[in-house]
């Protein structure tokens, strides 16, 4: 016995090269014990052990699963987060700035920070899906992992004792408590990639209305989610040995970790801005069949192109929905500014494609700002800087950074009037503005218009406004040609 135990000691050493602690708050009070593996991939996890927010099963659901993930190259740290005591901001900045922390020492950890996942486990699975749900861009992971997670805050639903612990008396206020049911803020294209793993008689934690509402939301989003659910377990198995399907879900969550995919911490980003077009309305699983995800496969893995797409939205900023004002455009902002090139790399890139819905007559009315307001979008996305003299002294002159290169496209054709929506308005008044705002910036115009063709066969659905699948593939080929053709004169 005690020789088996010495081999597996050694067995796990092997796997750990270093293990240290990290304080997330002054005091020490919240902290990450580090796991960093022998031979890292670049990959991390952040673990939030469960315990109804009332106190953290630090063992089963923190310390056991390092040799699992160390032996993987994945680093892992398990995070002690402070309880709430009604006061939900309290672990959610614990969380936050434990990604947060471990994207700040990435080069020192050998650790890719667009590769940082979180995982939780029951009130922990709530804490990371809250993270992955409600963080802004830089402390969202990039990928989740939950266990049994607790989901819903609506009493009926849930664990009772996470609910009082998390939100205390606004355990009343039924605003909070949906914004704190996290399958209602799960968001299409934002809420990174899942894993769920419970088992069907959790009694603790009904599984249909908190794990299975999550891939429910995530599924109906078009977002990336895997659900195995086992027939018993109940709540709280873990890492444990003697949970009937052990042995199953460890290689059920290892085969979902090596298929999933690493953006390098090389690859150009390439922000896909836009409206329903983008966003994939229409397109089952746009997340993989709409444009910005085809166009990741046609430019590979150098690139890592997001989409930011949502539906209805203007470019006018006194449009019925305009862009600027969504979640989206602000994630977009966080994702270009954090990028870190060197001098030699291929910029970045913005594809912006807007102006279809701003042709909508009660949108139209304030076609005199369109210009202006594409003006500002193409201002925060890229500032004009200084430019310095030989002296490192800034002069009068003005000038953008290199990086993100900015791509304005001209809408796909109508195919016909739909909801105000009229071809006429997008290329005689339109288009002309997008041209004309791409010349004073010495921007390129990917001509959509005029290189889709609305009658080839299935390019187009039904309503005359947004393509199939087969029109996105074309879009995304348009598209893609354009930045390659781009990127091949910059080297």
């Not at 135990?5 to 990450?32: E, H, P, W, Y």
């Not at 934690?205 to 599924?219: L, Q």
Request: charged share 20%; hydrophobic share 35%.
């Amino acid at each position: 016995m005690s020789l088996l135990f010495l081999l597996a000691a050694t067995f796990c050493v092997a796997q750990t090269a270093r293990k240290f602690t990290v304080n997330i708050t002054s005091d020490g009070k919240a902290n990450m014990v580090a796991y960093l593996p022998a031979s890292p991939t670049g990959r991390a996890v952040v673990g939030c052990p469960g315990g109804g927010y009332s106190h953290l099963s630090m063992q089963n659901e923190g310390h056991d699963w390092a040799e699992f993930f160390n032996r993987q190259g994945i680093a892992y740290f398990v995070l002690t987060y402070r309880m709430p005591h009604g006061d939900r901001t309290i672990p959610v900045g614990d969380a936050c700035q434990a990604v947060r922390t471990v994207r700040d020492s990435a080069a020192q950890w050998s650790i890719n920070p667009r590769d940082v996942g979180i995982m939780g486990f029951s009130a922990g699975g709530h804490l990371a899906s809250t993270v992955s749900t409600h963080a802004q861009w830089a402390e969202r992971p990039d990928f989740t992992i939950l266990f049994y997670p607790v989901i819903s805050m609506v009493e009926s639903e849930t664990h009772r004792g996470s609910l009082d612990n998390f939100l205390g008396q606004d355990k009343k206020n039924k605003d909070i408590v949906r914004q704190f049911s996290n399958h209602r803020a799960v968001r299409r294209h934002l809420t990174p990639p899942a894993i769920i793993l419970m088992a069907n008689d959790d009694r603790a934690v009904p599984p249909v209305t908190n794990g299975i509402a999550y891939y429910s939301a995530m599924r109906k989003a078009g977002n990336h989610c895997t659900l195995h659910v086992y027939d018993s377990g109940g709540h709280g198995f873990g890492m444990r040995t003697n949970f009937k399907y052990h042995d199953q879900m460890i290689s059920d969550l290892t085969n979902w970790l090596h298929n999933l995919p690493a953006v390098k911490p090389e690859a150009v980003r390439v922000a896909c801005i836009g409206n329903s077009i983008t966003d994939g309305m229409g397109i089952d699983c746009a997340e993989y069949l709409g444009y910005p995800a085809i166009m990741q496969r046609q430019l590979g893995s150098a690139y890592d192109v997001r989409n930011f797409g949502v539906s209805s939205r203007t470019m006018l900023q006194k449009g019925d929905y305009p862009y600027v004002k969504e979640k989206a455009w602000r994630d977009a902002l966080s994702f270009i500014r954090s990028s870190q090139h060197s001098a030699d790399s291929l910029p970045d890139v913005v594809v912006i494609k807007l102006g279809t819905n701003d042709s909508k007559p009660h949108n139209w009315q304030h076609k005199a700002e369109f210009e202006q307001d594409l003006q500002q979008m193409i201002d925060s996305l890229n500032p004009l800087v200084p430019v310095l003299n030989k002296k490192g002294k800034p002069t009068k002159k003005m000038q953008r950074s290199a990086s993100p290169r900015i791509f304005l496209c001209t809408p796909i054709p109508a195919a016909h009037e739909q909801w105000g929506i009229t071809d006429s308005v997008i290329v005689n008044e339109v288009i002309p503005m997008i041209e004309n705002v791409a010349r004073k910036n010495n921007l390129p115009v990917i001509d959509l218009h005029s290189q889709f063709d609305v009658k080839e066969k299935d390019f187009m659905q039904r309503d005359g406004i947004h393509p199939t699948e087969r029109g996105a593939y074309r879009m995304a080929e348009i598209i893609a040609g354009e930045i390659k053709k781009e990127s091949s004169g910059n080297k």
